[in-house]
């Protein structure tokens, strides 16, 4: 399978960027789906598919839009489940419904990652995702690259339940992490 940023089915105001390049699992159906509200998010969002591909996570990539888009984005959750995704991975700034969206059209749980704005900061994109109504939850995460890492990351954890050698990966990958900084050294 290939990291791809679909363009929008039927949708000409929004001409997004197509890039494409070798991912983790080719061939294999996605178990997680890594989307975003405009190709603008990707340069956060990357940062989810860079963690899935080191984990050699089968994952898609693609621009679905709650506002621009809404059609579409129903026919991407209502089909989530029977496409066989386990985690879907949604970031979007400003007034960003799209995990809203999302998870509100499918069990399927959803990660919110909120995209930092030019306006606020990101403020206004971590309170609309992270304020969700009691019945449809949104795994919120931090503002930025940090959340789109950790939104992999937590994906990694929730399939390795299921998975012990995705499990033996993320613990290799923390013991790593902890290597690093114990070996880390100030500068004089
Ligand atoms: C949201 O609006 C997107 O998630 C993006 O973060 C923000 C701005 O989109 P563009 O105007 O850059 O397409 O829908």
Known sequence: MSIRLKPLKGDASVEPEESSSESAGANEPPLVAVVMGSTSDWETMRHAAEVLQQFGVPHECAVVSAHRTPRWMSEFAEGAEGRGL????AGA??????PGMVAAQTCVPVLGVPVKSKAL????????IVQMPAGIPV???AIGPSGATNAALLAVAVLANTRPELREKLRRFRE???????ESTLPT
């Open 121 to 128: 900061k990101g403020l206004d994109s971590l309170l609309s």
């Open 93 to 98: 700034g400003g007034a960003a419904h799209l």
């Open 139 to 141: 795994g919120t995460l």
């Open 176 to 182: 790593e992490q902890t290597a690093k900084v114990r």
């Open 86 to 89: 386990e985690v879907i991975i």
